[in-house]
Every structure is written in structure tokens, then in C-alpha cells.
């Protein structure tokens, strides 16, 4: 379905979205992108150039993984969103998106047991729903292997403490000047700990049946909702992704059961990692299809995971989805948008300086379509 390159009007990615009160001018969203560059958990001012050169406007980005709190983090230099210095750090990030027209939301995080004692304070063990440890995990760069510690159990009085600390990071985020937040309840971290069956062994009300297991990440959901309104809160699910041992014996009714209750808090938006990709971003071919949560969930559907522009047209066009996510595609085509406009060739990712700390390699110097033509592929 190659459409010709000057029509707009016959590109289903490059056509106008309303999401609640927000206008976008097309359907191409940044995915959240961990970049390991927020030395210390402080956002540094190399994120104002590569957040702004990903901006469109009328363009949805979604900020990289940010910890809610101290034991939130699990890998070198993730930014968080918890202390008074990384809410200051964001703003001129924030600010600079915003002068380009872009709408801009921040992944709150919290990795649970994906940890080990060198990001916890005081070398203590990182927290779950469990204490099952996790085997030695490849990142999605393919390269590096993260090593873990058992986790420790969390009791049943902790719960509401960590709920409290995703309620402080939403306010924390909006006084940052984001749009809203999403909730990353995927791949394997701390909200999918308690979701998934493969790891949830608990015998409280957290834990056995589906509702048990899906009550933290709803209640999550219940206190930002009350803090900063539903209409500035999406949430990212993988119920069929098995990253970090995260498995579910029935993902689609994992996902179904969440669409239908996320639809009494009236959030904005589900981001719903697709299928096929099984462990971040390893792609397989898979039977499953996102439809049936598209079709229960009343909000906007953002749907990610292996899109090209001919398939992310396709489900648009389709009604599979109402946006699309791009994360590989996005991180090395800062002006995908235009790119996929304009049907012009894409450069291509260079996965070794996906987690570097070097704040221009592989991060900010990825060519424009209007410059030096380094690296382009067709
Ligand atoms: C370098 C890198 C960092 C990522 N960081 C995050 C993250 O912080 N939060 C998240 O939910 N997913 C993260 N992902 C997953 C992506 O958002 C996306 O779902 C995945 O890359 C598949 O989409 P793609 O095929 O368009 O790349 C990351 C992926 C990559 C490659």
C-alpha cells in the first residue's frame, strides 16, 4: 500500500488524533527508550537536544524509563523522577519538547527484583511480590548480560507504600511541566511481577487469582488517576511478552481482564506491546493478536513492537490501533515522522551505543534527512 509521497491526506500515520483534550497531528509516537545517559539518576541538559530533535509538532513522545523512587533502579544511570534535583533537571528536557509543539509524557518505573544491591540503597536486596530470583538477563541491545540478587518479598503493609511513591512521581512529573504519565506496567518489572502467574507465588490478597494479582498495578493506577487525573495517565502493558522470566499461563486473559478494569478509571491511553515480541525486542512469529484489547478498552490504543511504516499503516488503517509506537526506528531516525511522510529512507540503529554513556554517540548524532547522508540505508 505505497502511497505517493506528496499526499498526506492517503497516509494513515500522518493523519490527525485527538487524544482527550490533545491534538496530534499525525500517529507516530515516540516509544519510552531507556539511553543510560542520566549520570547519578539526574536527567542531564544532553537530553533537552535529543528529546527536541525527536519532536514534531503535534507529536506524542514518551520519555525513557524513570525510577519512582530509591529502589526503583536496576541499571547505570536511569533517570528518575523522586527527589526535588531530577524534577528541576527535567523541566528545561520538558520545556524544550513543548517549544517545538510536541506533547510529551514520562514513563514512571519501578524494576522490582530486575535489580541487584549495587543500585539499592544501603547494598539491600531489591523488592518484588516475590522472592524468587531471576537467571542473568541479555539486554535489548543483545550484547550485555545484567547479573541479579534474590529479591525480597515484599509484605503485605509495604504495598501501599510503593503505590504512594508512583502517586509522588505522577505530581512530581506534572510539576516537571509533562503532559501526563505513563505507567509502565510492562516487561517484567515491578507491576508485572505481581500480574504474571509465572512469577506472583504470594498467598495475600496480592496474589492466586487474576484479580489478586492485578490488584497493586490497579491500585497504582487508582492513586495517579486521583492525583493528576485520568486524563494525563496511559499505562504500557506486555501480557504477552515474557522478559525477565515474566511469564503469564494466559496472557490474553491477563490483558482483557486489565483493559476492562483500566476502563472504569477513564485513563487516557493502553500502550500494548505486541506479541510477537517476546523479550523486548526479539521478534517471533506469534499466532496472537492485540485486537480483542483494542476492541474491550475505551481509551486511545497505542500499539508498538516491530512496526514498520507499511505495517504501522496498515494498522491504522485497520483500526487495529490509534497510534503506533516506533522505538528502534525513532531512536535512529530523529525525524521519523517526516521520513515516513515522505517515504525516504531510514538510517540504521546501531544497537552497541544503545546503552553507552557518551552523550552525543549514538545518541544526538543520528543524521537528519536534510543532512550529510552518514549511515542512510535504503
Ligand atoms: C534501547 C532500548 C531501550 C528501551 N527502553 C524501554 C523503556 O525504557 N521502557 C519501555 O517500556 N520499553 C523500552 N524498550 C522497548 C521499546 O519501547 C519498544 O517496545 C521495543 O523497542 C520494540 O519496538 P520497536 O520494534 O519499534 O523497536 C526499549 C527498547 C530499546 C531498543
Known amino acids: 500500500m505505497a502511497a505517493p509521497a506528496t499526499s498526506h491526506q492517503s497516509i494513515p500515520l500522518i493523519t490527525p488524533y485527538r487524544i482527550g483534550k490533545l491534538d496530534l497531528s499525525h500517529r507516530v509516537v515516540l516509544a519510552p527508550l531507556t539511553r543510560q545517559r542520566s549520570y547519578k539518576n539526574v536527567p542531564q541538559p544532553h537530553a533537552v537536544l535529543y528529546y527536541s530533535q525527536r519532536t514534531s509538532n503535534g507529536g506524542l513522545l514518551i520519555a525513557e524509563a524513570t525510577g519512582v523512587s530509591d529502589t526503583a533502579q536496576g541499571y547505570p544511570d536511569t533517570p528518575g523522577i523522586w527527589t526535588k534535583e531530577q524534577v528541576e533537571a527535567w523541566k528545561p528536557i520538558v520545556d524544550a519538547v513543548h517549544a517545538k509543539g510536541g506533547i510529551f509524557f514520562c514513563q514512571i518505573w519501578h524494576v522490582g527484583r530486575v535489580s541487584n544491591p549495587a543500585y539499592q540503597p544501603n547494598g539491600q536486596a531489591p523488592i518484588s511480590s516475590t522472592d524468587k530470583p531471576l537467571k542473568p538477563q541479555m539486554r535489548s541491545n543483545g550484547i550485555d548480560t545484567v547479573q541479579f540478587t534474590p529479591p525480597r518479598r515484599l509484605r503485605t503493609d509495604e504495598i501501599p507504600q510503593i503505590v504512594n511513591n508512583f502517586r509522588l512521581a505522577a505530581r512530581n512529573a506534572i510539576e516537571a511541566g509533562f503532559d501526563g504519565v505513563e505507567i509502565h506496567g510492562a516487561h517484567g518489572y515491578l507491576l508485572e511481577q505481581f500480574m504474571k502467574d509465572g512469577v506472583n507465588d504470594r498467598t495475600d490478597e496480592y496474589g492466586g487469582s487474576l484479580e489478586n494479582r492485578c490488584r497493586f498495578p490497579l491500585e497504582v493506577v487508582e492513586a495517579v488517576v486521583n492525583e493528576i487525573g485520568a486524563d494525563r495517565v496511559g499505562i504500557r502493558l506486555s501480557p504477552f511478552a515474557e522478559y525477565a522470566d515474566s511469564i503469564d499461563s494466559n496472557p490474553k486473559q491477563l490483558g482483557l481482564y486489565m483493559v476492562n478494569a483500566l476502563n472504569k478509571y ?33 481509551g486511545t490504543f497505542i500499539a508498538a513492537g516491530g512496526y514498520d511504516r507499511e505495517d504501522g499503516n496498515n494498522a491504522i488503517a485497520e483500526n487495529r490501533a490509534d497510534l503506533v509506537a516506533y522505538g528502534r526506528l525513532f531512536l535512529a531516525n530523529p525525524d521519523l515522522p517526516k521520513r515516513f511522510a515522505l517515504n525516504a529512507p ?10 553507552i554513556s557518551d552523550p552525543v554517540l549514538g545518541y544526538t548524532d543520528y543524521p537528519f534527512l536534510d543532512e550529510e547522508p552518514n549511515g542512510v540505508a535504503s
Not at 268 to 289: A, D, F, T, W
Open 266 to 298: 477513564g485513563i487516557l491511553y493502553c500502550h500494548m506491546v505486541e506479541p510477537r515480541i517476546k523479550n523486548g525486542v526479539e521478534q517471533v512469529e506469534c499466532p496472537n493478536s492485540l485486537v480483542p484489547m483494542r476492541k474491550a478498552f475505551n
Open 346 to 355: 531510514l538510517n540504521k540503529y546501531n544497537r552497541e551505543t544503545f546503552y
